[in-house]
């Protein structure tokens, strides 16, 4: 007999969200979910951004330099989606400038585009007051929880209840890449083992 409900179930285990830069050629404006941002040293090593594990890093290792991004949690109410969106470190000071006085980004507005139409281009930052009255937005995503299983990091560092979701994520990691890349999406197989 079905078990009907007059509302979804509560989720146990973080959402999968794609990790987002700012757009070439357009703008893109979204609410903030998180509170503050967080960042960490990393490294673009192996066609990817992956955190500096320092003392023991490979990349480092390698003599592959060290850039801080910070990472927030954007909501689209357009989109109804919601994404983690990467900052460099200068763009994350511009925002660190507009929020001071702000007890809390979450419910800001953010804007961000590039100076120039290229890839690689100054990101420049924008920020609005909330909208009053707030329109509902989704819980704060737990961010470091949801980065270590993009990034597939050790399992050590995963609950074994998220062992599903990080598969989902490796998957949803390896589109966004290949979109951002412009390859064609890799073949549908069996899911990705996880390193270690
Ligand atoms: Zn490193």
């Known amino acids: 007999m079905p078990q009907w409900s007059n509302t979804p179930p509560e989720r146990t285990t973080p959402r999968p969200l794609p990790i987002i ?70 763009a994350a000071e511009q925002l660190a400038l507009l929020a001071r006085g702000l007890p809390t980004l979450r419910g800001a507005r953010i804007r961000v585009s590039r100076t120039k139409s290229t890839r690689n281009a100054r990101v420049i930052v924008d920020l609005r007051q909330p909208l009053m009255p707030q329109p509902p937005i989704p819980a704060a995503p737990d961010l470091p929880a949801i980065m270590a299983i993009i990034w597939k990091l050790p399992a050590s560092t995963i609950s074994t209840e998220q062992s599903d979701l990080r598969r989902a994520a490796i998957k949803l990691d390896a589109l966004v890449l290949a979109k951002r890349n412009g390859k064609p999406l890799p073949p549908k197989e069996p899911d990705a083992t996880p390193r270690r």
């Open 21 to 90: 830069r700012t757009p070439v050629g357009k703008s893109l404006a979204a609410t903030i979910l998180s509170d503050e941002m967080i960042g960490c040293p990393t490294h673009f090593w192996g066609g990817r951004t992956s955190p500096c594990e320092a003392p023991d890093c490979d990349a480092c290792n390698h003599g592959s330099p060290t850039r801080w991004h910070a990472y927030l949690a954007i909501y689209s109410a357009e989109n109804q989606s919601s994404a983690i969106l990467e900052l460099p470190d200068a």
